[in-house]
């Protein structure tokens, strides 16, 4: 005995033999009684089973398949073969695992399977030891599975199941049929759609020609009226035309005395802006002297309140000066054409800033200057702008650390596609977007004079040399985030 299982070997031959005994698998008796005649009792609680050796062996079955039952994965249900099929499966459960099993295979060996899907002219296919074959979304149709189980080179005989996999709804011969039905009535409806958007069609048409007809009655009554008023107002047009002569003349005149009025005029306040300049320099000198002098006379007398005053005074003398000159340079925006020709801002702001380099000396400035295009404009004007622009960029972010300045350029908008928009921007007090209106107005500050320096004009100069160019300025701010100033300049002036 061994691992539990009986042995039986016969040995009344010329030598041994062993015995298969494969109704006795799993018995695992207790006790043995061999009689002399051979006979062995085996025995154990519920059990008793005698052994002669002169009873001959029962032939063994063949090696076949057994296909025991197909599983629908989709579902988890389980078919069970009938005279070689199983029900009609539906599309939607088409992954199959299909159970078998070898019958009549000696104990103890091992048995693989093989299957073929389809007709006598596929492959075997292995399909292991584990009697289990699963096949993954099969298509529509019918389908024929031959399984044989195989020890070593032993094939036995093979287990065949047909079954047929349902074609989806959509293609079942109802389907078909409905989308016939679906086709023929779809066409009858195209056909009655199309009569009845013809005959409505018609009837447009005709109350429109009925409409026209009127209206070209209507239209044929009206100018008949006309052509009467007309030849009417024609014979008062000729009677009329000396007059319009006569009202033209008069006319051209007017506009060539105005013209001449305001040459005059622009000649009367070019004298008037250099005698009030030449009128006021000279006292504002003599003011600004004789401060200067008190000071050094009476420098051992004067206390702190003196000295104050005295430089209130040379200051606000020398701001003054300095408003006469903006108001002289304002003034002569107006007489000169703009000598344009092609030019480098980029060139023009490094040169603005190389002579602004006292303002920002000792202070942390960090400078931003993009690549800017080739445009045309005069340059003296142009750089009377960027001076402005980039100077008050640098005053009004005095107090930062570091002060952030950068000049560069835009896309154009929508509204303005053949211009140019340019900026400077800056990260200093900023102003109140309420009073942008104010800002290139003479004499329009939106800070004291205390807190910074200026005279009011400098956006307006701005403002004036930019219309000249043909080009719009405009500025937006957040207090306290600093200010970003916009100058345009057309792209083919």
Not at 346 to 372: K, M, N, T, Y
């Amino acid at each position: 005995m061994a691992h539990a299982a009986v042995n039986v070997f016969d040995d009344t031959g010329p030598s041994p033999r062993r015995i298969d005994l494969p109704n006795l698998y799993g018995l695992r008796p207790y006790y043995f009684i061999a009689q002399d005649d051979g006979v062995i009792w085996m025995h154990r609680s519920n059990f008793l089973v005698r052994y002669d050796p002169a009873v001959p062996v029962a032939p063994s079955p063949r090696l076949h398949a057994l296909i025991g039952r197909v599983h629908l994965l989709a579902d988890n249900r389980s078919l069970f073969p009938a005279g070689g099929q199983v029900p009609d499966i539906p599309a939607n459960a088409n992954t199959l695992s299909i159970h078998f099993a070898a019958i009549g295979s000696p104990l103890g060996a091992t048995v693989v399977f093989e299957t073929r899907l389809g007709g006598s002219g596929q492959e075997w296919v292995p399909a292991g030891s584990t009697g289990t074959a699963v096949f993954n979304r099969l298509k529509e149709g019918p389908y024929r599975l031959q399984v044989r189980p195989r020890i070593d080179d032993r094939i036995g005989d093979e287990a065949v199941l047909a079954f047929t996999v349902l074609p989806p709804w959509y293609r079942t011969g109802i389907a078909y049929a409905a989308y016939l039905v679906a086709t023929l009535g779809l066409v009858a409806f195209v056909g009655w759609l199309g009569a009845f958007l013809e005959k409505r069609e018609k009837r447009r048409l005709a109350l429109l020609v009925a409409e026209r007809t009127t209206e070209l009655h209507e239209s044929n009554r009206r100018l008949v009226a006309q052509v009467d008023e007309t030849t009417h107002k024609a014979s008062e047009l000729q009677s009329s035309q000396e007059r319009y002569r006569r009202l033209n003349d008069e006319l051209e005149k007017r506009v060539a005395d105005r013209t001449a009025a305001l040459a005059a005029s622009n000649q009367e306040l070019e004298a008037f802006s250099y005698s009030v300049s030449h009128d006021l320099r000279a006292p504002l000198r003599n003011i600004s002297g004789f401060a200067d002098l008190l000071r050094r006379r009476n420098a051992a007398q004067l206390d702190a309140e003196g000295e104050h005053f005295l430089t209130t005074v040379s200051n606000e003398a020398i701001r003054l000066g300095q408003l006469i000159d903006s108001l002289l340079g304002f003034s002569r925006l107006n007489r000169a054409e703009p000598q344009r020709r092609p030019l480098l801002l980029q060139a023009i702001a490094e040169q603005v800033r190389s002579e602004l380099r006292p303002e920002f000396e000792g202070r942390a400035v960090e400078w931003h200057l993009a690549d800017l295009p080739e445009v045309s404009g005069d340059p003296t004007l142009l750089r009377q702008v960027l001076a402005n622009l980039i100077g008050n960029a640098l005053k009004f972010s005095r107090q930062r650390q570091p002060a952030v300045i950068e000049l560069g350029q835009r896309p154009p908008d929508a509204a303005h596609p053949g211009e140019a928009i340019f900026f400077v921007r800056d990260n200093g007090v900023g102003f109140d977007p309420a009073y942008t209106a104010k800002l290139f107005g003479v004499f329009q500050r939106l800070h004291s004079a205390k807190d910074f320096e200026g005279t009011g004009i400098g956006l307006a100069n701005v403002r004036r040399i930019i219309a000249r160019h043909g080009g719009r300025v405009w500025a937006e701010s957040v207090p306290g985030e600093g200010a970003t100033f916009f100058f345009s300049l057309p792209v083919n002036p």
